[in-house]
Antibody, heavy 117, light 110 residues
Framework: EVQLVESGGGLVQPGGSLRLSCAAS????????MAWVRQAAGKGLEWVSV???????YYADSVRDRFTINRDNSKNTVFLQMSSLRVEDAAVYFC???????????WGQGTMVNVSS | QTVVTQEPSLTVSPGGTVTLTCASS?????????PNWFQQRPGQPPMPLIY???IKHSWTPARFSGSLLGGKTALTLSDVQPEDEADYYC??????????FGGGTKLTVL
């Protein structure tokens, strides 16, 4: 079964760091592009970052230079390293991928990040 | 900064038809944006409905359809069911890995 499971969310103070993980099963992360999408409470979806099969990475303007996406092929896991966190980064972070022709056709259940003092 | 605009809310009667649209601040939406549509119910991750403008996923009900309409991309729901009440999001591709979601449409079935 194709599945994405996020972990690593929690409460962090402004200016702090957190690393999110996305463990994939049923497919290999190095073969497909993997993305992070976030959703603040009561708000819409916001694309955050993507890593392509060739290793190229891209970021939304709101997180560029603060967040880093990478993957560990041996663990079949994608990570989102978040630093210099701001209150406005608080959200549910979803891991997502495309295994077919869609931009995104599979989603994880999400992990919640709270940024507060 | 690119902005993708959707109707904030729409209301439709059961059995009716409704069209949700998605516009780009950069100009007309085209097939090169690979328009995708998602449905999201409270507390759930988004569920993919449509990709590449008008292609349904295997799980997408036949009453959902996608199109390009007057410089926008559109999602049309026919014979609307009570369970279609949800938030709907479009997603567009702008090259160099950049993806942008629309602000979402809250669809009420009343």
């Amino acid at each position: 079964e194709v599945q994405l499971v996020e972990s690593g969310g929690g409460l962090v103070q402004p200016g702090g760091s957190l690393r999110l993980s996305c463990a994939a099963s049923g497919f290999t992360v190095k073969t497909y592009y993997m993305a992070w999408v976030r959703q603040a409470a009561g708000k819409g979806l916001e694309w955050v970052s993507v890593i392509y099969s060739d290793g190229n990475t891209y970021y939304a303007d709101s997180v560029r230079d603060r967040f880093t996406i990478n993957r560990d092929n041996s663990k079949n896991t994608v990570f989102l390293q978040m630093s210099s966190l701001r209150v406005e980064d608080a959200a549910v972070y979803f891991c997502a991928s495309s295994l077919g022709g869609a931009l995104i056709d599979i989603w994880g259940q999400g992990t919640m990040v709270n940024v507060s003092s | 900064q690119t902005v993708v605009t959707q109707e904030p809310s729409l209301t439709v009667s059961p059995g009716g038809t409704v069209t949700l649209t998605c516009a780009s601040s950069t100009g007309a939406v085209t097939i090169a944006h690979y328009p995708n549509w998602f449905q999201q119910r409270p507390g759930q991750p988004p569920m993919p409905l449509i990709y590449s403008t008008n292609i349904k996923h295997s799980w997408t009900p036949a009453r959902f359809s996608g199109s390009l309409l007057g410089g926008k991309t559109a999602l049309t729901l026919s014979d609307v069911q009570p369970e279609d009440e949800a938030d709907y999001y479009c997603l567009l591709y702008y090259g160099r890995g950049q993806l942008v979601f629309g602000g979402g449409t809250k669809l009420t079935v009343l």
